[in-house]
């Protein structure tokens, strides 16, 4: 199995541009739950700068439920119904994604897994339909590795796997903090504050697991 991270033109589906009116970042942190063309998912979005928080309903979502928010950062339990486009979206390819779904900028940004020829299928009516793709990624899926990642911020992936490449965990290190925050533009306690924080969700992650 595969997993391909793509790029559409958010401005394609109603749902995204009512959406976007009143909001800067969306992200559906739980896989879609479908019946019929009723939707229930846990998402975390980021408001504009002066909107009111009672404007952040939509057309298409009848029960916004805010779990915990901080600042302009909600996170929710939304239910509603799909605009027509988007279920047909999602009966169509929707069994082959897997979360994070990003809607930012006017783009939808999310992780399919399949097979090539699944890939070939989409990449084919993407084409047709004018949807505007571009492929960011594609990769060998593990499930199990994928989900452990999952926990992690892109953030502190990305760093969290610059400095195993780097050989900031080796014994000896082959390479110190101050070398390697240089290395990637940033300060050594910016740095070291990703690793920490890396490290704990992982092994927090993992205890977890076998409690």
């Known amino acids: 199995m595969k997993k391909m991270t793509v790029r559409l033109s958010a401005d394609i589906f109603d749902y995204c541009r009512s959406y976007g009116q009143v909001i800067e970042r969306f992200e559906v942190i739980s896989l879609f739950n479908m019946v019929d063309d009723m939707h229930s998912e846990v998402c975390k979005f980021t408001i504009r700068e002066g909107i009111p928080v009672d404007q952040i309903q939509c ?22 119904t799909f605009s027509d486009d988007i279920t047909r979206f999602l009966r169509t390819y929707g069994s082959k994604f897997e979360h994070p779904i990003v809607f930012q900028d006017d783009c939808l940004t999310f992780n399919m897994v399949g097979t ?87 092994i927090g992650h993992i205890l977890e697991q076998v409690a």
């Not at 009848?62 to 929710?76: A, D, F, P, W």
């Open 59 to 80: 057309n298409y979502v009848s029960n916004l439920i805010v779990l915990q928010h901080k600042g302009r950062e909600y996170t929710c339990l939304a239910r509603g």
């Open 116 to 202: 090539p020829e699944d890939f070939h299928t989409f990449v084919t009516d993407a084409a047709e339909k004018g949807w505007g793709l571009e492929i960011l990624s594609v990769c060998d899926y593990n499930p199990q590795v994928d989900g452990i990642f999952g926990i992690l911020t892109p953030k502190q992936k990305d760093i969290l796997l610059e400095s195993y490449r780097q050989g900031y965990f080796d014994h000896p290190r082959r390479i110190n903090a101050g070398e390697l925050a240089e290395k990637m533009g940033m300060h050594k306690s910016t740095l070291l504050e990703h690793i920490h924080k890396a490290e704990k969700r992982l």
